[in-house]
T-cell receptor
Framework: AQSVTQLDSQVPVFEEAPVELRCNYS??????LFWYVQYPNQGLQLLLK??????LVKGINGFEAEFNKSQTSFHLRKPSVHISDTAEYFC???????????FGKGTMLLVSP | DAMVIQNPRYQVTQFGKPVTLSCSQTLNHNVMYWYQQKSSQAPKLLFHYYDKDFNNEADTPDNFQSRRPNTSFCFLDIRSPGLGDAAMYLCATSRAGGQETQYFGPGTRLLVL
């Protein structure tokens, strides 16, 4: 079985500041790693995913994430946030070969002027 | 635009009165998923279809059923809604395989009176 831990339930940050949202996972098998974003009253949208290869993954809206196998982490970063980045961010894992996702509890990113 | 559509966006039902939520997709994906998302929580997978093959999660209550009459449509039936079933219900689709991106609809918010 897989599990995902997002330690921060909320991250407040000022506009144009950098941000890091933390994600740790545990799994007994190889997994693929994902970050999804959910804006208020909307479905989830893929930001980026790690499948293999380079551990630094770039996604949409200027986000990137780094896969660290030894620390079983997949932290999400953005060098300069905008008000429009205010949303809930979910880290998720999928076992290799299977289609299902296990989500973390989410981190609410609150960007203020 | 290819997309995942959920109707209605908001559904109000009475305690114990059966309700059906619908999902359709124009992506021609062979996997369709139903998630339950309660306030400030991660989406929880209820079940998924791999083509016509139904896969129920072990902890999904019997009160929740699903139908997939064809590739494009999938329904979530709640036979006797309880107050605890009030939630956002998200439909998603993907191609088969753990590396594939899931595409989410906007969700149906269910209120049980």
């Amino acid at each position: 079985a897989q599990s995902v831990t997002q330690l921060d339930s909320q991250v407040p940050v000022f506009e144009e500041a950098p941000v890091e949202l933390r994600c740790n996972y545990s799994s007994s098998v190889s997994v693929y790693l994902f970050w999804y974003v959910q804006y208020p009253n909307q479905g989830l949208q893929l930001l980026l995913k790690y499948l293999s290869g380079s551990t630094l993954v770039k996604g949409i809206n200027g986000f990137e994430a780094e896969f660290n196998k030894s620390q079983t982490s997949f932290h999400l970063r953005k060098p300069s946030v905008h008000i429009s980045d205010t949303a809930e961010y979910f880290c998720a894992v999928s076992p290799s070969g299977y289609s299902t996702l296990t989500f973390g509890k989410g981190t609410m990113l609150l960007v203020s002027p | 635009d290819a997309m995942v559509i959920q109707n209605p966006r908001y559904q109000v039902t009475q305690f114990g009165k059966p309700v059906t939520l619908s999902c359709s997709q124009t992506l021609n994906h062979n996997v369709m998923y139903w998630y339950q998302q309660k306030s400030s929580q991660a989406p929880k997978l209820l079940f998924h279809y791999y083509d016509k093959d139904f896969n129920n999660e072990a902890d999904t209550p019997d009160n929740f059923q699903s139908r997939r009459p064809n590739t494009s449509f999938c329904f979530l039936d709640i036979r006797s809604p309880g107050l605890g079933d009030a939630a956002m219900y998200l439909c998603a689709t993907s191609r088969a395989g753990g590396q594939e991106t899931q595409y989410f609809g906007p969700g149906t918010r269910l209120l049980v009176l």
